[in-house]
């Protein structure tokens, strides 16, 4: 089952998907269409969205039209770094986020 960024039971964000977005443009010129960085991700559309509405709001991401392309923004790529260290520190080296 997947819960949405805002579903009642569980409002907190996966930060496993928050960290593979933000991986996935890291490791992509920090630029890439929507569609690849969905595809990256490896997560659904819907649940795409509601993520990539969210990182927008924080400013860790920018989107240059509906349909354009999604660019890492510097407190994107700093949010990127704190997750990747937080994960290795606390589950080791050659930890793998789950994939939903």
Do not use: K, W
């Amino acid at each position: 089952m997947t819960t949405s960024v805002t579903d009642a039971r569980s409002p907190r964000p996966d930060l496993y998907v928050v960290l593979r977005l933000l991986e996935t443009l890291s490791r992509n010129s920090n630029r890439l269409s929507r569609a690849a960085l969905q595809r990256g991700a490896g997560i659904n559309y819907t649940l795409f969205v509601r993520y990539l509405e969210l990182l927008e709001a924080r400013n860790l991401v920018r989107s240059s039209n509906p349909g354009g392309e999604v660019e890492l923004t510097a407190a994107g790529y700093e949010a990127y770094q704190f997750l990747r260290r937080g994960l290795l520190e606390v589950l080791g080296e050659g930890a793998e986020p789950p994939r939903s």
